[in-house]
């Protein structure tokens, strides 16, 4: 650290992304990517926009945002897109965080990161026994909540009927609903939006529709919440949305049988793993994701990984209290998925 860093900033602890090997050949089912390729669509619209790179984007995005609008049936005033939506959820605790930020004890890494960032007071609110997220322990909070609906590492959902009891139990705070995995069996909150002006829903393009590498994300909410983060995403980087990506986005929200075929087959592979997994003797936690999250029999969560890694695949181990035990296992194709019984038999023998 350089002595001309910010003083308040110093003791930040950096959200750490999931290793992207160099090395070719390994079974990549660490950071929750597709096993396929982008919608066949995707790539000759990259290349048109990618014709027109010598004019700005269009900041607004607005046929992305008028696609997105039509296919999550909501008014074009009710969404936001962003890089990723990982900047989305940073504007919305940037933009609703003053009054603090309750969360889950095992959610997504990144939501204490940003907290920090923004010198936000926090209040961490753990899963129950089950690891699942009991809203009745959200009662009487007087902050932003912000919950992943399935929740990750764990991969549990809740049920529409919770999510609304959690937004009608804090109707004068903003609850943000992170739905990254909603596609691959989860019931989106979006649904609510009609009757609930403190819902906030971020989705992303990265896990089921084959986009990551594009950073694509968006919200949907109430025109006030949306208008309040386009004046975050206008305070700081009004092109947020590349042009490439743009083009990427609405070429993949046309192709709805490609998402369809893409997303069964990972729940198929999901049920097919976790099965496989549970007859040698795993616990393995029951997923709406597009990854189960499983505990070995006999053996720590960090043994187990390095010896995948060892055979060559990836998965993520979390080194954080309660969850020692397990890994996070991204689900891929058959074929890898078939390879990943295939070596952990090996290495319970
Ligand atoms: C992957 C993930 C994100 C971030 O997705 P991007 O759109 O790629 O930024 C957000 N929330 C959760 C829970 C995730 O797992």
Redesign the pocket.
């Known amino acids: 650290m350089s002595r001309f860093f910010h003083s308040g900033l110093a003791q930040l602890a950096p959200y750490t992304p999931g290793e992207q090997p160099k090395a070719q050949g390994l079974i990549k089912l660490n950071t ?1 990517e597709s096993p396929f390729p982008p919608a066949p669509g995707v790539q000759a619209a990259v290349l048109e926009a990618a014709g027109r790179l010598q004019l700005y984007n269009d900041p607004s995005a607005g046929r992305l945002t008028a696609a997105i609008a039509r296919a999550c049936r909501v008014g074009e005033n009710q969404v936001i897109c962003g890089n ?3 900047e989305i ?1 940073a504007f919305a605790l940037q933009a609703f965080g003053e009054c603090g930020l309750a969360f889950p004890d095992i959610t ?1 890494g990144f939501y204490p990161v940003w907290a920090a960032l923004y010198g936000l007071n926090t209040r961490i609110i753990p899963l129950n026994s089950q690891f699942d997220i009991d809203v009745t322990d959200y009662g009487g909070n007087d902050r932003t909540i912000v919950i ?1 609906n399935p929740n ?1 590492p764990t991969g549990k959902a809740l049920p529409l009927s919770a999510i609304e009891q959690l937004l009608s139990m804090n109707p004068d705070h903003v609850v943000i609903v ?1 739905e ?2 909603v596609d691959f069996g989860a019931e989106s909150a979006a649904a609510l939006l009609t009757d609930y002006d403190n819902l906030l829903v971020v989705r ?1 393009f ?2 089921s529709r084959q986009l ?1 590498g594009a ?1 694509l ?1 968006f919200a949907l909410g109430n025109a006030p919440l949306i208008e309040d983060l386009n004046r975050i995403r206008n305070s700081f980087h009004p092109y947020n949305v590349n042009a490439m990506t743009q083009a990427a986005g609405i070429a993949a929200l046309e192709d709805r049988a490609y998402f369809d075929t893409c997303r069964q087959s990972v729940m198929e592979n999901r049920e097919w793993t976790a099965e496989e997994l549970r007859k040698i003797g795993f616990q393995v936690l029951p997923s709406k994701a597009n990854f189960i999250f499983a505990a070995a029999p006999g053996m720590n969560g960090l043994a187990y990984q390095q010896a995948l890694r060892e055979r060559g695949v990836l998965v993520r181990y979390f080194d954080q209290p309660r969850i020692r035990d397990y890994v996070r296992i991204s689900i891929g194709s058959r074929e890898q998925m078939e390879r990943v019984i295939f070596v952990t038999k090996e290495i319970l023998a």
């Open positions: 929750n990723g939506s990982d959820l997504y992943a990750a992170d990254a995995y992303t990265s896990k990551a950073r994300g």
